[in-house]
């Protein structure tokens, strides 16, 4: 069993060998369809994957602030921040002043953010 994923094609191994217990659980019915072994390895192996993720390929961690969700967002659509005010309704300086932190959010904004971008009405309320 491998205890560190070193490169990129291990973590492919790591993660083919992931897909394939949860698909043996998804045809079994849920994860009980696994043997002990089975599970403990997939528990395992989903730690090595995680680890290397975090440390090797910098996936983690995700953007905490409401800006850098909004910014990610705007990536997601491929669009620029003039496009991205578009979509929300407001214009592109008073977009650019909320993401730098020159401007406070209004409540017309946040309610934008949620109903046009998806962002989780919770998350908005953590992050103002």
């Known amino acids: 069993m491998i205890n560190k994923i070193r490169n990129e094609k291990q ?3 790591v993660m083919a ?5 949860i698909q043996k659980a998804t045809d079994g019915g849920g994860f009980h369809a696994l043997s002990q072994q089975e599970a403990d390895e997939l528990e395992k192996l989903s730690l ?10 910098k996936l983690m961690p995700m953007p905490v602030t ?17 496009g991205l005010a578009s979509i929300l309704g407001i ?5 650019s002043q ?11 904004f946040l309610k934008s953010l949620h109903q046009k ?6 998350f908005i309320l953590e992050k103002v």
């Open 66 to 82: 409401l800006s850098a969700v909004v910014e990610a967002k705007k990536e997601e659509l491929g669009v620029t921040q003039k």
């Open 98 to 108: 909320i993401l730098n932190g020159k401007r406070d959010p209004d409540v017309g």
């Open 17 to 21: 060998m992931i897909e394939g217990y």
């Open 91 to 95: 214009g592109a300086p008073k977009l």
């Open 48 to 57: 090595l994957a995680e680890r290397y993720e975090d440390e090797d390929m």
């Open 117 to 122: 971008l998806g962002i989780d009405g919770n």
């Open 11 to 13: 973590y492919h191994q």
